[in-house]
């Protein structure tokens, strides 16, 4: 009984950490390649409402998801072609888009609110579903799920693995190193920003096809600002952003189990809507302070330096920055 | 040569407008809708009575406060996303004293407004503070801020400031007498807060350029770390910018809750702090330009629910339109730019 | 391979920085490339390997006309250029700065990097530990690993922008002996590119030298000094004169000062510096020297220990207080860290004067401006943004920002990027200062500016200061080993 308890609520915190991870996941990737793509609030519910949109009028779910993908991927050009030919500030950009998104989303959304639509079919993976303990909590959801986990999985590979990873990653740190040895920096930061929109378009997708079904007047309520804060709390790192997902999505079962709870009872349940927000900024706090600076100074430096590698990133060198070649 | 030199500077400074149009009349016509009619509906909407006219008016006092304060952040290189939560916190105070101080109208309006000035400065500068001793981005500091605020804006009306009849979204209840703002006859728009807006509008504008903590903002925001070696305190000078800014902001929440709605709302600020953050986008940081803006936008605002009325459209088109011309100013000016740098070149 | 460049040409703006620049350059030899700064040396390489298009002219190699639209296209002609500050990636392992668009496989193999990683640092004698982050090795170190990665792919020409600049002398000795056996036992061509006469004079077998964007003359080595320095400077140069200021009372008393960050501790710095005396902080990039400069300005917190200016105890207050102190602090970046982009010399003025009215009179602020672009020979408007300026121009900016009367002035680099000429004027701006009292501390990386200019010398290393020697009993081979950390050279 406690067990299935437990490994039921980690199956849907698995579930429900779906957008979160694939949408800081393709922040991440094109964060790497040194551009911000601050538009994610905007992005994620634009691509939502046009994933639901399309499924709805069409019927197909596919077709759904790959609109939203079109649409996360459009957006993230508009914000590499302003920031890389057009060279304006990336996050004012960002910003300015996040809010076109927004209005654009419930305009053009309107006709679809609050009607039952199609979503991403339940299935489990046969065999591995069937593995005790994991195969529920990881093999037991829909295909849009298997995506995020595999995105993880993915993203680590190519950048940390691959050649064209490694040039990645180079691009991000020391543009004017990447070109001296033939990347051609404009066209992989390009990429790699479009790419990262595609998948923060799957994130809008699995909003409104898997997680919470439809479309409604601020649906996904903040969730892409909280995507942004997990990529500077999981230090850039696929593994750790990750991480940083689950745990955040470990808080808010956690939450959602206390506000149940009779207890708690008194706790007005804004504190609860509120509390991730709250929670974003201490967790920012902690992986940047000069507080943690000084107590790590207090230890002797090699265990110091682990500790600092192990909970903090520094942000791609080239990060926000225009290259300007020659 | 000079008169066509200066109509193509008038048409490229046209452009964006002109682009944003067309994406909106795209949108339209995706939609199926007759563009001409919804222009014409807006426009209608924002001007075809006095009272609409004041309504603009009003719109226009808090865009101009909140697109004011945040060009001295912009000024000082911050990003002060918190506006949205500075306004809440301006109205939240405000509503303290109108609920709890039962004076005549002059003391008790007075001292709203410093309440909502002391709010929103407060959570202004602990954006400032989130900033400076833990190293948290203005942006997420500024936007968790916001929605602490909101949760709390919420929680306050539900529970302290319960109506006697039950909580709703619909606020709590109305103002005493003496804590309402006078009005301009049944206009809805009080004379004092335009008043106040505009005088913000000089002042500021004169705070930014004759004073040395006007330069030392610049300085600030243009090179952090050499502004600090040529000896400019940047703590201070950070927050107190938060702050000055908070304190427009949450006088804009103090005058919205005492002049506009007598009350206290959850939703008391309504996306026009993130507005305003447009608005001073497109001033270029330049607080002269903000009330010009400001009248454009507040009138794209009270227009655009006549949409709805008449034409079962969304009123987001609105925000649609206002946004799209700020993404349209930013890259016709980049491509301005652009042609001139090949230019250079060839 | 022999390369022949002819009457290349590049112009940036109404700066001409190559100028009909003809040079032919032979397989097997050590060719150097000599000038002061802002000759056109770098630029003339960048053309040749490939980073900027030259505006006129012919590159030929082998005989062959050839054109590089990237340092890519040029290494895979076998012309690899290795940068002053080197092209790397800080932030990543060094196998994967080596493998970085190297290994053209999809996944390049991590075993076989290695290994040729190892293999090739064998062969030079260079101990490079292929999982460790670049951001951790010294100058030196980097340059190694991109020489052997330049080799890897295969380079039969390399080229080295003044790259003892920022290195130890064993690491010097070390790569000269590496340079040697790549022209004379491998064939390959090496051009070495510096300002420093003595390098050029141990190393090159051929010297061609440039002034303002033209070829001055050639010469096989050996060849007598004094006709090199006539082709550098069209002239000889007098031999600079150090006034002798007698050292006034105590103005700072640093007493067992420690800095301690996780990256690097400074421990036990001891330091007395008198009016007028000018104090050289030596050592390699990272050794402490620059955190302990940004201690004794306040700008770094100590762990331990005191900071005393005219005796008064500054140990942990803030920057502000030891500029009411009557100090400063000028940093090495002059856009970075020194001055405003964007701001123009008149609201530079008025930036610095700390204590001036809350109301800017900007009449007043700009006849002052106009007044210091005079006395500081600026070549400038008052309306001018200073990223306009040049760099030259931009330091008289930096040191024209400084009040008058200053008791202790803290620099980092104070001519680091300038020409000769450049460089004399600003130590004379110094010197005067210290006629009137002001203790001067600096960082340089330059050896030559360290004796010259200082008083004392502390070097530093690994985050110890050794005991201040004094500058006139000190030589070059001296410094260059208490650098090293090697206590052999410790003489005075």
């Known amino acids: 009984m406690e067990t299935d308890f437990l490994v039921q609520t980690l199956s849907s915190i698995v579930a429900a950490a779906t957008p979160v991870v694939l949408a800081s996941i393709g922040e991440t990737i094109s964060e790497k390649s040194g551009v911000i793509n601050l538009s994610l609030d905007g992005s994620i ?27 996360g991927a459009f957006i993230a050009l508009i914000i590499a072609t302003a920031s890389i030919t057009l060279r304006q500030e990336q996050v004012a950009v960002g910003f300015v888009l996040t809010m076109l998104c927004m209005d654009l989303a419930d305009f053009l959304g309107n006709p679809f609110v609050r009607k039952p639509g199609p979503s991403v079919v339940h299935w489990p993976i046969p065999y591995l579903s069937e593995i005790p303990i994991l195969g529920p909590i990881l093999f037991d959801h829909n295909l849009v799920v298997y995506l995020s986990l595999l995105s993880i999985l993915a993203a680590w590979w190519w950048i940390y693995k691959t050649q064209p990873g490694l040039k990645l990653q180079g691009v991000g740190e020391r543009p004017e190193s990447a070109f001296a040895r033939g990347v051609n920096v404009s066209r992989f930061r390009y990429v790699y920003t479009v790419v990262g929109g595609a998948l923060v378009g799957l994130a809008g997708a699995s909003y409104s096809l898997s997680i919470k079904l439809g479309w409604s007047h601020r649906h996904t309520f903040g969730i892409g600002w909280i995507a942004l804060a997990i990529v500077i709390f999981g230090g850039w790192s696929p593994w750790r952003v990750a991480a940083g997902c689950y745990l955040f999505g470990l808080l808010k079962a956690l939450g959602s189990i206390l506000q149940r709870n009779p207890a708690f009872a008194a706790v007005p349940t804004q504190i609860f809507s509120s509390a991730p927000f709250a929670l974003m900024i201490f967790a920012l706090m902690l992986v940047s302070s000069e507080g943690v600076d000084r107590l790590l100074a207090l230890l002797p430096t090699r265990l110091a330096r682990r500790i600092d590698r192990a909970i903090r990133g520094r942000p791609p060198g080239g990060l926000g920055k225009p290259f300007v070649q020659g | 040569m000079k008169g066509i030199l200066r109509l193509k500077n008038v048409l490229l400074g046209l452009a964006p407008v002109v682009l944003a149009l067309l994406f909106t009349t795209l949108i339209l016509v995706a939609v199926g809708a007759p563009p001409v009619e919804a222009y014409r509906n807006i426009l209608s909407g924002a001007f075809e009575s006095w009272q609409k006219i004041a309504d603009v008016v009003a719109a226009c006092v808090l865009l101009i406060l909140c697109g004011v304060g945040m060009s001295i952040t912009f000024t000082a290189g911050q990003w002060n996303v918190g506006v949205e939560g500075q306004i809440v916190l301006g109205a939240i105070f405000a509503t303290w004293v109108a609920r709890n101080l039962l004076w005549p109208q002059v003391p008790v309006l007075t001292l709203m407004l410093l309440a909502g000035m002391l709010g929103g400065a407060l959570w202004g500068a602990l954006a400032g503070l989130l900033k400076v001793y833990g190293k948290v981005h203005e942006i997420f500091g500024g936007l968790g801020l916001n929605y602490v605020a909101q949760g709390l804006a919420i929680w306050l009306i539900f529970n302290p400031w319960k109506p006697a009849d039950g909580a709703t979204m619909s606020g709590t209840d109305p103002f005493p007498d003496p804590a309402w703002m006078p009005r301009l006859g049944d206009l809805r728009v009080a004379p004092l807060a335009v008043i106040l807006a505009l005088l913000s509008a000089a002042v500021v504008y004169f705070l930014l350029r004759g004073t040395r903590w006007g330069l030392e903002l610049k300085a600030m925001g243009k090179n952090f770390r050499s502004a600090f070696l040529l000896g400019v305190p940047s703590t201070p000078r950070l927050l107190t910018a938060f702050a000055a800014c908070g304190a427009l902001a949450g006088l804009a929440g103090a005058i919205r809750c005492s002049a506009r709605y007598g009350r206290m709302l959850p939703d008391i600020s309504g996306g026009q702090g993130y507005l305003s953050l447009l608005v001073a986008l497109l001033a270029g940081y330049r607080p002269q330009w903000v009330p010009l803006i400001a009248l454009f936008f507040a009138a794209v605002g009270v227009g655009s629910p006549r949409l709805e009325l008449n034409m079962q459209l969304d009123s987001s088109l609105g925000g649609v339109l206002r946004a799209s011309v700020v993404l349209a100013v930013m890259l016709v000016g980049g491509w301005r730019a652009l042609m001139a740098r090949r230019q250079e070149t060839t | 391979m022999r390369v022949e460049l002819v009457e290349i040409k590049k112009h940036f703006g109404p700066v001409r920085a190559n100028d009909g620049v003809s040079v032919t350059l032979e397989p097997g030899t050590i060719h150097g490339l000599l000038g002061e700064n802002g000759a056109g040396k770098t630029t003339l390489m960048k053309c040749l390997s490939g980073y900027q298009a030259p505006d006129g002219g012919t590159i030929k190699v082998d005989g062959q006309p050839v054109s590089f639209a990237s340092p890519d296209e040029a290494i895979r002609r076998g012309i690899g250029m290795l940068h002053q500050d080197p092209l790397d990636f800080p932030q990543m392992r060094v ?241 970075e860290e020194g001055l405003v982009g964007g701001l123009t010399l008149t609201e530079h003025v008025a930036l610095a004067e700390r204590n001036g009215p809350s109301l800017i009179d900007w009449a007043d602020a700009r006849r002052r401006a106009v007044e210091r672009i005079r006395h500081f020979n600026i070549v400038g408007q008052p309306e001018s943004p200073v990223e306009a300026l040049s760099g030259g121009n931009q330091q008289r900016v930096v040191l024209a920002l400084l009040p008058p009367g200053l008791r202790l002035l803290l620099m980092e680099h104070p001519t680091r990027g300038l020409d000769v000429e450049s460089a004399n004027w600003i130590w004379q701006q110094l010197l005067a200062r210290r006629e009137d009292g002001t203790a001067i501390i600096f960082i340089s990386a330059d050896l030559d500016e360290l004796l010259e200019r200082s008083d004392r010398i502390a070097v530093f290393y690994g985050g110890q200061m050794s005991a201040p020697v004094r500058a006139c009993d000190t030589t070059v081979e001296q410094l260059g080993y208490l650098i090293a950390g090697k206590s052999a050279g410790r003489g005075a």
């Open chain 3, 95 to 335: 196998l994967d700065n080596f493998l970085l668009a190297f290994d053209r496989r999809m996944v390049p193999d991590r075993r076989r990097g290695r290994a040729m990683l190892r293999e090739l640092g064998a062969r030079f004698h260079f101990d490079l530990d292929p999982e460790a982050e670049v951001t951790g090795l010294t100058i030196g170190e980097r340059q190694q690993l991109e020489i052997l990665r330049l080799l890897a792919l295969g380079a039969q020409f390399i080229i080295l922008d003044e790259p003892t600049t920022g290195i130890s002398a064993p690491q010097k000795a070390k790569l000269f002996a590496t340079l040697r056996h790549l022209a004379d036992d491998e064939g390959r061509s090496v051009v070495f590119v510096s300002h420093k006469l003595e390098e050029v004079e141990e190393l090159c077998h051929r010297v061609t030298v440039l002034r303002r964007g033209k070829v001055t003359g050639e010469a096989e080595m050996p060849c007598p000094v004094g006709r090199l320095v006539e082709m550098m400077f069209g002239r000889s140069l007098p031999p600079v004169e150090c006034p002798l200021v007698e050292p006034g009372p105590v103005v700072l008393q640093v007493e067992g000062a420690a800095i301690s960050s996780y990256r690097l501790a400074v421990q036990d710095v001891n330091l007395e510096v008198r009016a007028g005396e000018v104090i050289g902080l030596a050592g390699l990039e990272g050794s402490g020297q620059r955190l302990f400069l940004r201690a004794c300005g306040g700008l770094e917190r100590l762990a331990a220990g005191r900071v005393l200016l005219d005796g008064r105890d500054l140990t942990g207050a803030p920057y502000r207080r030891f500029l009411d102190a009557g100090g400063a602090y000028a940093p090495a970046g002059r856009l």
């Open chain 1, 45 to 71: 519910a634009l691509s939502a409402m046009a994933g639901f949109a399309v499924a709805f009028t069409t019927g197909s779910v596919t077709l759904g998801v790959l609109a939203a993908m079109a649409v």
